[in-house]
């Protein structure tokens, strides 16, 4: 991916307007997506206790985030939909990986995006496994005032993790905002996914914030 990801130097006006549309994906999508969510699952935002730790309503967890740092992104040729299922390995020496499926544009750009959210979106497929969701490896349980959540981690995912932190920061990349983007993809997805899988993406991205947060 180090040939991939071909940096663009933008001019200051450029690198405005790509910050903006960085902000309009990641902030205001998020906003829109989590009220999809409530909306469509009749779900109450309110104080929550997540897994035995107090989580406050929705915007109190968004506040906490830095924007500023979220939405200042590094532009790149991008793919928008970086997780394994789009990856297949050729037998090729030159090429031995060929990408699938990528994203049509990003904030309405068709060429450049920002390598943050291909790190997240490889980050979020070593937390959220598909193969193990598919074998309902998870369960999440949810009363009026508290959520329990629990779900399957294979150890070799684990370790490409560490591989993947080890890699953005050995480049001068923030893993922190790597890990926060991470938790925003799963709140901006949780509201396209149907109960109870569409649940646990929510409560996992919603206390994960917080955690990383306060």
């Given amino acids: 991916m180090d040939k991939f990801w071909e940096k663009y130097n933008l001019d200051s006006s450029e690198k405005n307007k790509f910050n903006q549309g960085c902000s309009s994906f990641y902030k205001d999508k998020t906003y829109e997506r989590i009220e999809m969510f409530l909306k469509r699952f009749e779900v109450v935002d309110s104080e929550l206790l ?121 480049n001068n990349y923030d893993w922190n905002k790597v890990k926060n983007l991470t938790n925003l993809i799963f709140l901006n997805i949780a509201a396209l996914h149907e109960h109870p899988y569409s649940s646990l993406l929510y409560y996992l991205g919603l206390s994960s914030l917080w955690k990383d947060n306060k």
Avoid: M
């Fill in 50 to 170: 997540i897994n035995d730790e107090k989580i406050p309503k929705y915007n109190e967890v968004l506040e906490k985030i830095d924007w500023d740092i979220i939405c200042n992104g590094t532009p790149v040729r991008f793919h928008g939909d970086l997780h394994f299922e789009n990856v297949l390995c050729i037998e090729d020496e030159n090429n031995p990986f060929c990408l699938l499926d990528w994203r049509q544009n990003f904030a309405g750009d068709t060429k450049v995006g920002d390598i943050y959210y291909d790190f997240a979106k490889l980050n979020h497929g070593l937390i959220i496994s598909h193969e193990l969701i598919h074998k309902n490896l998870f369960n999440i349980k949810a009363n009026a005032d508290s959520i329990s959540f629990d779900f399957n981690r294979k150890h070799v995912l684990h370790e490409c993790q560490e591989v993947l932190r080890e890699y953005v920061e050995n």
